[in-house]
């Protein structure tokens, strides 16, 4: 800010205000600066080099994992006494070590159903086995669990990946503990498939944790208790035509937006990309995977490529794993029924996890062992997505949900329209885009942050200028300028032409 300093001298020209066009004062020039600088920035952002939100990095390497860039950090307590207030619409960054167990406190009402997952994110140069994962479980102050507690593991594919698992806290009329306002605790545990948090077979090392905290409000008017019986479970044909290009994101936060249609993408050994799909009320999610075939190596792995879904609260759905020999191979999930509100009320997990309707999550990873055989890639990856059924009105909440548009399938389907989300606009490196030239994009936001520090240039002029006239005018000071003075001086001639 030191150039602020000394601007007096650029308002007073010989005791008089100028005529037509003046000598930029110092506060002008250094505004003018400003300006040309955020010009500079934003025209100068495509070095072709991957970004800092991009699923790899500058060597070319798979990144873990893309956290939100508002997540706030906190640190998981031993035991409960301790432990660290979550709040309801946030993600938070956390991390936890070889058998560890870790509590989070919740402030809960009477009315509002709670939602909290954690994504489990392996540090680079861990090994996993099959029976490694992640759970979670929320519990009342006498130690109850709110719901049965979730999992998830590795499996299969032994490759280090992100997973998530997730618990809940509900109110309802088929609910019999945890039903009043009070405090509660997550508890995070690293586990294997005994269920033990202190297992000598879990892997060494601590992994990153990325927890998500959703709030649904209560409906205006109970409704029905029993989960819809009867759907179309038969599996469509496949959809045909030309893929587009769509790069995926490195985490939830920054996933890439996908609509009904073929997709094509590039994966590489150890790496995982999300993307997600707008689902409404009423509607079905048909989704696949096909690992393309490869042009060099031999050999065979059991599990090579893993297509999860989770649904709006990053809440495990389903998954499913194929086979590689270097021939072109395909992980297709299973007919999941419409989403509808009454699924929580399902015996089958797989059905009870469709009961929002937002953004559905494909997370799509190729294990780490496939270099070993075929190479480092990247791997061709299509994506086959169909959202089938007419939106339907959802239910009549009696408050909103935190965050807003969790539950608002609109507003995933704007951001599919605009080509991908805010978040994730930076989550593809350059010259991967969908089509559009990525220069042209780049330009594009450039204009835009240009505009913006113009604006706020003249802004803060207009202010500076108006606020001195009053106080010099009070002063008696005749020689002080205007208070609509000549603007600070911009980085071209305005009235000069500009050809492109």
């Known amino acids: 800010m030191a150039t602020v300093r000394g601007h007096d001298e650029g308002w007073r020209v010989m005791g008089r205000r100028t005529v037509g066009r003046r000598a930029p004062s110092r506060y002008g020039r250094a505004l003018g600066a400003l300006a040309l600088g955020a010009a500079l920035c934003a025209t100068a952002a495509p070095t072709g080099r991957a970004s800092a939100a991009s699923p790899v990095t500058e060597s070319g390497t798979p990144k873990p994992y893309a956290y939100a860039e508002d997540d706030t950090t906190v640190e998981g307590a031993a035991n409960t006494t301790n432990a660290a207030r979550l709040e309801p619409g946030r993600t938070y960054r956390s991390s936890i070590g070889e058998g560890g167990k870790l509590y989070y406190r919740l402030a809960l009402d009477a009315r509002s159903d709670a939602y909290v997952s954690a994504t489990a994110v392996p540090r680079p140069g861990t090994t996993v086995s099959y029976a490694d994962g992640v759970k979670v479980s929320v519990q009342d102050d006498n130690s109850r ?47 294997d498939t005994t269920g033990s948090s202190a297992s000598a ?54 996933a890439a937006a996908l609509e009904k249609g073929v997709w094509k993408d590039g994966i590489r050994p150890g ?13 079905q999610i048909y989704a696949g995977a096909e690992l393309g075939s490869s042009t060099g190596g031999d050999g065979f792995l059991g599990t090579a490529l893993v297509v999860s879904l989770y649904n709006p609260v990053r809440g495990f759905v389903d998954d499913v794993g194929c086979g590689y020999d270097g021939s072109q191979r395909a992980a297709v999930l299973d007919p999941l029924p419409p989403v509808a509100y009454e699924n929580r009320y399902a015996l089958n997990d797989r059905t009870s996890s469709m009961r929002f309707a937002g953004s559905y999550y494909l997370a799509v990873h190729l ?12 791997f061709g990856l299509t994506l086959r997505v169909r959202v089938e059924g007419a939106a339907q009105a959802g239910p009549a909440y009696a408050g909103r949900a935190d965050p807003r548009d969790v539950f608002d399938a609109a507003a995933g389907a704007a951001a599919e329209a605009s080509g991908g989300t805010t978040a994730g606009a930076g989550d593809r490196a350059v010259g991967s885009g ?17 505009g913006t520090a113009l604006l706020l240039v003249l802004a803060v002029w207009t202010a500076v200028a108006r606020r001195r006239a009053r106080r010099w005018a009070a002063a008696g000071d005749t020689s002080a300028p205007a208070s609509s003075a000549a603007p600070p001086a911009l980085p071209w001639d305005p009235e000069a032409p500009r050809g492109m």
């Open 434 to 450: 969908s089509g559009t030239d990525p220069h042209m994009k780049a330009v594009a936001a450039g204009g835009l942050g240009t």
């Open 271 to 283: 790496q995982t990309l999300f993307y997600k799909v707008p689902v409404d009320w009423g509607q």
């Open 145 to 191: 669990r709110c719901s049965s507690s979730a999992a998830a593991h590795f499996g299969a594919s032994e490759s280090p990946r992100p997973i998530a698992a997730w618990a809940s806290r509900e109110i309802g009329p088929t609910r019999y503990s945890c039903q009043t306002a009070g405090t509660y605790y997550v508890v995070v545990e690293r586990v």
């Open 201 to 254: 077979s879990l892997s060494p090392g601590d992994w990153d944790l990325e927890l998500a905290y959703v709030s649904e409000p209560a409906l205006k008017k109970a409704g029905s208790t029993k989960a819809p019986e009867a759907w179309n479970s038969a599996s469509p044909e496949a959809l045909q035509g030309d893929a587009r290009t769509r790069a995926g994101g490195a985490g939830f936060a920054t």
């Open 367 to 378: 294990a780490a062992q496939v270099a070993d055989k075929f190479g480092d890639g990247p």
